[in-house]
């Protein structure tokens, strides 16, 4: 078994990008006009029972995986931390690109992506430098 320290910076870099992410969202959940993919929303959609809600929560979620990927440290655990950044920042960049959003928010959502891609290849690259071969 391998030390997980071996995956301290890409563990660093997922882990600031899910609390500066969660210093977002868990903000919105007052007030859901604070997060930018939920500015244009009015009515029933911008309660936390409708759009806004679900919205909120799977940004939650994806912030909680990347955290415990980001503290529990195994390697896989960190992969899929990292692909939650990279999943939900990419989205969030293209639709905010396509559909008119702040460019502030698309541009940041893509420079988080970028960062969880490279945190993720990193894990994926020292893991396979690191293991050693199993003859049967």
């Given at each position: ?12 870099l ?27 929303l ?95």
């Amino acid at each position: 078994m391998f030390s997980n320290k071996q995956y301290l910076v890409p563990r660093i870099l997922i882990g600031l990008m899910a609390l500066a992410m969660a210093a977002a969202t868990i903000p919105a959940y007052v007030n859901p006009t604070m997060n930018p993919g939920l500015t244009t929303l009015t009515g029933d959609a911008l309660s936390l029972g409708e759009t806004a809600g679900a919205f909120l929560g799977r940004q939650l979620t994806l912030i909680i995986i990347a955290l415990i990927g980001a503290i529990v440290g195994q390697r896989h655990l960190v992969m899929i931390g990292g692909f939650a950044m990279m999943f939900m920042n990419g989205h969030d960049a293209l639709f905010m690109g396509l559909m008119g959003g702040p460019a502030i928010a698309a541009v940041a959502g893509l420079a988080f992506a970028i960062i969880a891609a490279i945190a993720i290849f990193l894990v994926w690259r020292k893991s396979e430098a690191v293991q050693p071969h199993r003859d049967r």
